[in-house]
T-cell receptor, first 120, second 112 residues
């Protein structure tokens, strides 16, 4: 069964360092997302990406964050200068609302297993 | 501001019983409401989606209702099993491609 894969599974970094989290969405999906979940808290939307550009972003997604789809398969989230409060689990998701591969047109999100970021 | 409340942080039931989880929302008129399952340290897994013009949706032992007047969704798991123990998340969206806003989740424990 197709799945979203994320690397690394866990990254520890020093405050102020740059971090890149990588995701390979499900092939032929059209929409890509990043969500984060601080330990013990709810899943929060960061950004959505469609047709090689950001379609929507939250207040959390400030100038320190950026996303890129450098080739036909990878989707990355970069945090330019990490802060302590960036420590969280970051989930990549993709969806296929026009039906395509799944032909269900439900807009369901397919999540990866997450990348745990620890900022010291 | 938009608010989503999932009643009961934790719900404990006996195997074989029906679990009923609640999702209430305010200051929101979602077009779609989704339910996800999340196991500890794992990503959410999609279970069911219901649209604003649908009253009820079923999938195997799962049933979701959506009352846009009450601004509430109920999620039922019938004939519950210990393997159903997990955190269940409700998520609302305005479109089928836009952001989803998640509730805090309800942790269900099914005891044998």
């Amino acid at each position: 069964e197709p799945e979203v894969t994320q690397t690394p599974s866990h990254q520890v970094t020093q405050m102020g360092q740059e971090v890149i989290l990588r995701c390979v969405p499900i092939s032929n999906h059209l929409y890509f997302y990043w969500y984060r979940q601080i330990l013990g808290q709810k899943v929060e939307f960061l950004v959505s990406f469609y047709n090689n550009e950001i379609s929507e972003k939250s207040e959390i997604f400030d100038d320190q964050f950026s996303v890129e789809r450098p080739d036909g398969s990878n989707f990355t989230l970069k945090i330019r200068s990490t802060k302590l409060e960036d420590s969280a689990m970051y989930f990549c998701a993709s969806s296929d609302p026009v039906g395509g591969r799944t032909s269900r047109n439900t807009g369901e999100l397919f999540f990866g297993e997450g990348s745990r970021l620890t900022v010291l | 501001s938009q608010k989503i409340e999932q009643n009961s942080e934790a719900l404990n039931i006996q195997e074989g019983k029906t679990a009923t989880l609640t999702c209430n929302y305010t200051n929101y008129s979602p077009a779609y409401l989704q339910w996800y399952r999340q196991d500890p340290g794992r990503g959410p897994v999609f279970l069911l989606l219901i649209r604003e013009n649908e009253k009820e949706k079923r999938k195997e032992r799962l049933k979701v209702t959506f009352d846009t007047t009450l601004k509430q969704s109920l999620f039922h798991i019938t004939a519950s099993q210990p393997a159903d123990s997990a955190t269940y998340l409700c998520a609302l969206a305005n479109t089928n491609a836009g952001k989803s806003t998640f509730g805090d989740g309800t942790t269900l424990t099914v005891k044998p």
